[in-house]
């Protein structure tokens, strides 16, 4: 569901023209003249599709599967929620989180709970208090109490716990890229080695840096059920953006947002010689998750978008673009849905309605219960009849005989869809391989 409104378009104010000393020395003598480099619309273009098959390539070869998986800390919060500092090795790094369990979770009794991956946005690492940051946001359905939340740093950043201590994780910062790895590597480890998280709901929820985490965790990792984005760049090739680097580079204008981690890590390089341009557009593709948007379809997961129309830091024309593509590769609410707000800006408290959109979503998530289909709790035999109604008639033959169950317990192969292709997963559900 769209949920386009009047929207006058705004560009950022002009602000104060500050030159950037290297490069006015520069362009003082004139090394500037380098006509290789000089004209940004190369760097700019946009991707092919060779471009996108190599990035493609590049992630199938990564494999972030987790290895030395250590429960480093663990104590109670304040409260009451068990709370453990865990750490892994991914691409030979040392890398922690923190992992919260719901209220309900007693050791060694069982259980089986929904899996949330919280993102983090910025690049100041992470802390237990986000915890708290998000209960707040979702306090309206008793969400926060039902999920094994995941609290991922990013390589080359800390997590402070507080109590439980302070760790920093190895490697070199890779934001828009390798933060993905990491927070796949992390959902690894948690469903190998915490029995009771479910692999069957596991939502990813990023803003800002997160959003864009969260979108590239929800197109590469087919566990990732749920994605919720907000206000990210997701197209690095805007010719927005270029003009900007463009005022920036050649007239000093000020930069912030996402031009200013773009300028800083690969306009920069590039224009000095440092990096090719085939470097740089590959360092630009890997952070724009649009150009990645049809492997959304392959599996689908539920998609949620939420982008201010006043955002100065990530321009919502990101979401827009996003929005265009998606739908006209035919997503629909409920599985896709972008909430675009008129007078929203970079925070989410500038966003009237998406915490309770978002809870909504994680409620929807937490009461599935795939092959489920006469809503008794269990997943068995009683479950064949209700299945084949969901298969063979759809959705609404289905509610008239089970009025008070969910059709969406039919997806047994986490795409949203219900279909043949959910026959193989029911079958592994109910035992009968
Ligand atoms: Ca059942
Ligand atoms: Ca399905």
Redesign the pocket.
């Known amino acids: 569901m769209s949920t386009h409104g009047a929207f006058i378009s705004q560009r950022p104010p002009a602000g104060r023209i500050r030159f950037i000393p290297h490069l006015v020395a520069l362009v003082s003598f004139g090394l500037c003249a380098d006509t290789a480099h000089a004209d940004l619309s190369e760097l700019f273009a946009p991707p092919t599709a060779d471009e996108v098959a190599a990035v493609e390539a590049d992630w199938a070869a990564r494999n972030p599967v987790v290895e030395g998986w250590m429960v480093e800390a663990e104590g109670v919060s304040p409260e009451g929620y068990c709370i453990k500092v865990v750490s892994h090795v991914v691409d030979g790094y040392r890398h922690y989180g923190a992992v919260r369990y719901p209220l309900e979770y007693e050791p060694g009794t069982g259980g089986c709970f929904a899996v949330l991956i919280s993102c983090h946005g910025g690049s100041r690492g992470i802390g237990l208090q986000s915890f708290n940051t998000f209960d707040e946001m979702v306090s309206t359905n008793g969400t926060k109490e039902n999920y094994i939340i995941l609290l991922p740093s990013y390589r080359g950043e800390s997590l402070n716990a507080g109590p439980l201590g302070q760790y920093l994780s190895e490697g070199e910062p890779s934001p828009g890229d390798r933060d993905a790895d990491d927070v796949i590597a992390m959902l690894d480890g948690v469903l190998a080695n915490i029995p009771e998280a479910d692999v069957r709901r596991v939502v990813v929820y990023g803003a800002s840096r997160g959003g864009e985490v969260a979108q590239h965790v929800g197109i590469r990792e087919p566990r990732v059920r749920t994605a919720v984005s907000l206000f990210t760049a997701c197209d690095c090739f805007l010719p927005s953006l270029q003009e900007k680097a463009e005022n920036i580079l050649y007239h000093g204008a000020p930069s912030h947002g996402v031009i200013r981690s773009i300028m800083a890590e690969v306009v920069y390089p590039w224009y000095e010689g440092e990096i090719t341009t085939a470097e740089g557009r590959y360092q630009l593709l890997l952070r724009s998750p649009l150009y990645f948007a049809h492997r959304y379809a392959q599996p689908w997961p539920r998609f949620q978008l939420h982008h201010g129309a006043l955002d100065l830091a990530t321009s919502v024309e990101h979401s827009d673009r996003l929005d265009d593509l998606l739908t006209g590769l035919g997503a629909s609410a409920p599985g896709y849905e972008y909430f675009r707000y008129p007078e929203g800006t970079h925070t989410i408290g500038s966003l009237p309605g998406a915490p309770e959109r978002i809870a909504h979503l994680l409620c929807d998530v937490m009461e599935l219960n795939p092959g489920d289909l006469n809503c008794d709790g269990a997943v068995d035999f009683g479950d064949i009849h209700g299945f084949w109604l969901a298969l063979k008639f759809g959705e609404s033959t289905y509610v008239e005989h089970y009025p008070e169950c969910n059709w969406f317990n039919a ?5 949203r ?3 043949f ?2 026959i193989v997963q029911f079958k592994v559900l109910l035992g009968i391989n």
């Open positions: 997806d047994c192969n986490n795409d869809q219900v279909n292709y959910d």
